[in-house]
């Protein structure tokens, strides 16, 4: 599995962007898919994640209402909606596709809020 992640950049407090991930490979192996990002100086945390088939999504709790995953199954491709964006939410952007044996990580995006 491959992935690639774009759509990040440079916006100010309150505006919003765009993530995409396309995926590439074996997708079909793919039990889960999320968002994850690493501030400088910070560990790596969860932004969402997505369990397939079900549909299944949990965010953490300093996006719940700001931030929105979705999918498009046709195009293997996932997106992260970013709304009401924060300086706190500089970070660079990963996604991530987990399967039976392995987790896969994109090469990050890099987003930044200016306050």
């Known amino acids: 599995v491959q992935l690639v992640e774009s759509g990040g950049g440079l916006v100010q407090t309150g505006g919003s962007l765009r993530l995409s991930c396309a995926a590439s490979?074996?997708?079909?192996?793919?039990?889960?898919m999320g968002w994850y990002r690493q501030a400088p100086g910070k560990q790596r945390e969860l932004v969402v994640h997505?369990?397939?088939?079900?549909?299944?999504?949990m965010y953490a709790d300093s996006v719940k209402g700001r931030f929105t995953i979705s999918r498009d199954n046709a195009k293997n491709t996932m997106y992260l909606q970013m709304n009401s964006l924060k300086p706190e939410d500089t970070a660079v952007y990963y996604c991530?596709?987990?399967?039976?044996?392995?987790?896969?990580w994109g090469q990050g995006t890099q987003v930044t809020v200016s306050s």
């Open positions: 991530n596709a987990v399967t039976s044996v392995h987790t896969y």
């Open positions: 490979g074996s997708t079909f192996s793919i039990n889960a």
């Open positions: 997505i369990i397939s088939g079900g549909d299944t999504t």
